[in-house]
């Protein structure tokens, strides 16, 4: 048997790079990746920069909020391998033209980024890309904005509950897709399921044929799903 399921970078290549790292992203591009998996914030002058916590502190050599930095001041901090935070439009240029698909997550359900998603949506517009953007998030809000203002992009919402009925809340919100913790037969949709690093629940997966794992490990998946 052959899997179809796509394998998406979890922020980027964690387990050999500073998550959310222009550096992962370019390996994992080099190395062929299905997919990438990023998380967007703005900063206080509305740009868009890829990072997953609402504070710098975790994975800089900063402190403080994302929101509260002007885009330049942010560039001070570095990540772990010495890189600045990168924007958005670093990535986009990145990938451009490239085989990638990306998984954009606005990051929106502890700080609201006012107005964030047409200033991403007009960057996403402008780029030269491959596949179409899979935009999601936590906050379905923010993707309730997103489709008033392109109803052609694709919309996911990211959950870690169990819906009651999956696909007629998907047709509801006008979602393409639903990206899951908890695998749930879903399947007039696509049905992206996160965080997945166990070699016994990536099989299980691609056997079931999920429209895509997003994992910490692409490499490692990749064995996996090429011995189902
Ligand atoms: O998109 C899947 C996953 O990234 C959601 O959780 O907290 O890692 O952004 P988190
Ligand atoms: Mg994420």
Do not use: C
Request: proline share 4%.
């Amino acid at each position: 048997m052959t899997s179809n399921s796509l394998i998406y970078g979890h922020r980027g290549v964690p387990v050999k790079f500073p998550e959310n790292s222009l550096a992962g992203f370019a390996y994992a591009i080099g190395h062929q990746i299905d997919g990438l998996e990023f998380d967007v914030h703005l900063t206080k002058d509305r740009v868009p920069v890829i990072m997953h916590d609402e504070e710098i502190n975790r994975t800089t050599d900063g402190m403080g909020r994302i929101a509260d930095y002007t885009y330049a001041e942010l560039r001070q901090f570095t990540l772990a391998n010495g890189e600045p935070v990168p924007s958005l439009k670093e990535l986009l240029d990145l990938v451009s033209g490239e085989p990638v698909h990306l998984n954009l997550e606005f990051k929106t359900d502890k700080h609201y980024y006012q107005g964030i998603e047409r200033i991403v949506l007009q960057l996403v517009q402008q780029a030269d890309l491959v596949y179409p953007v899979v935009f999601s998030s936590f906050n379905l809000r923010s993707l309730e904005r997103s489709h008033a203002i392109d109803p052609r992009q694709k919309y996911a919402f990211l959950t870690s509950a169990k819906l009651g009925d999956p696909e007629g809340f998907a047709v509801a919100e006008h979602l393409e897709g639903l990206h899951l913790e908890h695998y749930q037969d879903v399947q007039h949709v696509s049905e992206r399921v996160w965080t997945v690093d166990d070699p016994d629940d990536l099989r299980d997966l691609f056997s079931k044929q999920v429209s895509a794992v997003i994992t910490d490990n692409f490499e490692l998946a990749r064995e996996v799903r090429a011995a189902v």
